[in-house]
Structure formats: C-alpha cells, structure tokens
C-alpha cells in the first residue's frame, strides 16, 4: 500500500473512483467525466491550486485525496484544505484513509502552510472516528454554503 502524488496515467482510473465518491454521497451527482478530467489534471499539476494524492494497493488506485489551497489570514500563510478524502468501500479499513490523511499533513508541513483544514457531515461516524484518533480538534465552527447563480 502506499500514497503518492497522482501522475497523468492516475486521472482515467480516478474518474471511477470520484463518480464512486459520489455515488455513495449522501448527495449524488453524476460527473462531467471531461470536465473532471479537466480538473483532477491540472490539480495534479499546478501547486497553486493545491494537490492530488492517491491510494495505491497491488498496482490499483483505491482511493484518493483531493487538497485545495486557500489562505490564513492570521498567519498570513496558504491554508491547506482537504476537501475530498475516499477510499473505495472494499479497501477501507486498512488504514488507507488514515494514511491520506498524514500525506496531506505531510504535504503541508514540506510547502509551508499554516496548517490543514476540513469537514465531514454530522452523520459521518466512521470518518469522525479516524479524525478523533488523529489528535485533531474539531473546530466549533457552524459551516454555512449559498450556491452561486448558475
């Protein structure tokens, strides 16, 4: 098992895995898989948007974490914010979630970010339980979204 950095040949296999991510959201939606491509492309190689890693076991993408980079005005440095995390439901529980997650703490400690942030739904139990064993704290912030006009 090991987590790396997602490289061009990683975006088609990925494309699966994202529409699994959704799929299994509380909240579906059905990818542009050109658009997606698009994006998980240039995510994978332009830093100032921020990272890709992936989750590899035997040879075969399992999972993936899609990092995003915003900014923190009391420290005045960049904000590394993990936005998507999934590991496709035959592979969870060896660790591969756990394992993004340290990349990505990994990651932003190497670029120089004041840190990393993110969310998960209320329901999300399995996810809140592997973050309580990564020594973080929940923040007691109340996340608000407004969708923009199309």
Known sequence: MSIRPAITTDVSPLLSLVQGYYHDSPVPLTIDESAMAAHLNQLRT???LGALLVAELDQQLVGFAILY???????????LIINDVYVAPKFRRHG???QLMQAAFQLADERG???CSW???ISNHG??????????RETGWIHYDRAGKD
């Open 127 to 136: 996810a809140q339980h592997l973050y309580d064993q990564l020594g973080v």
């Open 96 to 98: 591969l979630a756990r």
């Open 69 to 79: 980079r915003s900014f923190d005005t009391r420290t005045l440095k960049p904000l």
């Open 113 to 115: 970010y004041a840190g």
């Open 119 to 121: 969310q998960t739904r």
């Open 46 to 48: 332009d830093a100032t």
